[in-house]
């Protein structure tokens, strides 16, 4: 099994653990699969509540499958994983249905233990050492779909079934959220599992941790994050810069552009054969914009406002305001907060701006309790209607797709919603498409403080009001239905206040371009 690892040095790795959730997280992060053996825990973050969230719904998840056909567990003391891989075997050997956090170990030439806890064994007809029967792995995952990582573990347990049981399963079963079950083809993923496995192991020989790479979306909830960003800012780190992936990082690599400076200063035709002439233009002019310490304006927006070179400057402005972000006498702001365990939508926050009478007043139309959502439904359509002629803006599609849902899940007619739609301004496409800005992020958040803006409570963001309204439900306290309204008109304001600067924005540069060209 271990070919490629059994050559290397690991005499000084003995006793060392290696699990299915450790190979799990090296598949997500490297960086974060070594620091959680060698690290230093006091440099961890403290736990977010969402990730606490996370773990209680995944428990429940588990028990609520485990709960459909009886199991059995193992019985070992508290983290005696030999003493667990023993009772699991004796429940193999009995030929138990269905066994219930089973412990595989198996231990490599050079001491290292490899440890898996499928979530289920379940018996099955085949040949093994038990005798006509074999057993099979399923994973119990809270996501909706089979990802990579989710196979490599189960392709992972499959792996240490084999050793014990002498027979190897042609599949691996998941069982994700809502129950829906994936089949693991182990002939694909046994061979992907050894590379990723060979390639941890040989990480954790290392004598220093891999290179800090910041990846938003998978960084943001790790306990390192605060640490690994200290060490990314301190660097001026590329992967800080939007657009840097992992893969276009290496092709950045390959070409000797390492910093954020050698990127502004090179050309599209250098990067062009590895990422493509439109991501090789994009990072050029990000990376110039990142330097510059400004906004920059895409040239790819000028077709989209006309041949400015051949348009008066009153005529550009008017397009901007008319076709790419109007300006209206009253215009509304719409943002959304959802708890996605329960498919719902329970905030609908609208900031009306009316510019006739010099008013802004913010709508939180809040379903109090899960069964409300169809009432701050109809109040919204309400409120939209009020005011006919007034665009919508939002930040990113999914004000839109849920508005598309709600009318769908409680039977509004078309006709009322078909005029709706083209009213929907959504100002996130609108920034990518026009400018390009000195921010590390184009979320909501870095993009409003980058322009000064501020939301009245630092420390909340938008997967904790997910854990706040949770804890409303359970505990009633209606200071926590204070915090995510304030979070949510905060959200409005801040999109009211960067709609305003695009367009200002957008009408000073396409002014001054114009008289360059007279």
């Not at 070594?34 to 028990?63: N, T, V």
């Not at 035709?269 to 002019?285: C, F, K, Q, R, W």
């Not at 008066?312 to 009253?330: D, E, G, Q, R």
């Not at 900031?351 to 309790?369: C, G, K, M, Y």
Request: hydrophobic fraction near 40%.
């Amino acid at each position: 099994m271990l070919s490629a690892v059994e050559q290397a040095d690991f005499s000084w790795l003995e006793a060392m653990l290696v699990t299915d959730d450790l190979l799990l997280y090296y598949k997500r992060c490297r960086r974060r699969a070594f620091l959680d053996i060698y690290g230093d825990f006091s440099q961890q973050d403290k736990e977010q509540d969402f990730i606490l969230k996370l773990r209680q719904d995944s428990f429940a998840h588990r028990q609520a499958v485990l709960a459909i056909a009886p199991h059995t567990s193992p019985k070992y003391p508290h983290r005696d994983w030999e003493a667990g891989a023993k009772a699991t075997l004796e429940l193999m050997q009995q030929g138990v249905e269905r066994i219930s956090q089973a412990v595989l170990l198996m231990q490599t030439a050079d001491g290292i233990t490899l440890l898996s806890r499928p979530d289920l064994l379940v018996k099955q007809p085949g040949e093994s050492i038990f005798g006509d029967w074999m057993y099979v792995p399923t994973s119990i995952k809270l996501g909706r779909r089979p990802k990579p990582e989710y196979q490599i573990v189960a392709a992972f347990s499959a792996q240490l079934l084999a050793t014990v049981q002498r027979a190897i399963p042609r599949t691996a079963h998941l069982i994700l959220r809502r129950h829906d079950s994936f089949t693991v083809q182990l002939e694909r993923w046994l061979p992907l599992m050894q590379e990723v496995l060979t390639e941890c192991l040989e990480t954790l020989l290392q004598e220093e941790a891999p290179e800090v790479f910041i990846s938003r979306q998978r960084c943001s909830l790790c306990h390192w994050y605060s640490s690994c960003y200290a060490i990314a800012q301190s660097q001026k780190h590329i992967s800080l810069l939007p657009g840097v992936t992992p893969s276009r990082y290496r092709d950045l690599q390959a070409l000797g552009v390492t910093t954020v400076e050698s990127l502004a200063e090179t050309t599209i035709s250098t990067l062009e054969p590895a990422v493509g002439s439109e991501i090789a233009s994009d990072l050029v002019l990000q990376a110039q914009s990142t330097v510059q310490k400004r906004a920059l304006l895409r040239e790819r927006h000028y077709p989209i406002l006309g041949d400015v070179g051949n348009t008066n400057a009153a005529t550009a402005k008017s397009f901007i305001n008319i076709n790419s972000l109007p300006t209206a006498s009253v215009e509304l702001y719409f943002d959304i907060e959802a708890e996605p365990d329960l498919q719902l939508d329970y905030l609908l926050g609208v900031l009306v701006i009316d510019r006739r009478n010099q008013t802004e007043v913010f709508h939180p139309l809040l379903a109090e309790h899960p069964s409300d959502e169809a009432s701050i439904w109809q109040q919204f359509l309400d409120l939209v209607w009020l005011y006919p002629n007034a665009p919508i803006f939002h930040f990113s599609d999914y004000e839109v797709e849920t508005v598309k849902r709600l009318a769908k899940l409680y039977g509004t007619p078309f006709q009322e919603i078909r005029p709706l739609l083209p009213r929907f301004v959504d100002v996130h496409q609108r920034v990518m498409s026009a400018v390009t800005l000195p921010v590390e992020s184009y979320s909501l958040k870095h993009l409003a403080r980058w322009l000064g803006f501020e939301w009245r409570d630092a420390g909340v963001t938008g997967s904790q009001c997910v854990c706040l309204y949770d804890k409303w439900l359970k505990t009633g306290d209606r200071s926590l239905l204070d915090l995510i309204q304030r979070y949510n008109e905060d959200d409005c304001r801040a999109t009211y206040h960067l709609k305003n600067w695009l367009v200002n924005f957008l009408q000073d540069t396409i002014g001054d371009a114009h008289h360059e060209e007279i």
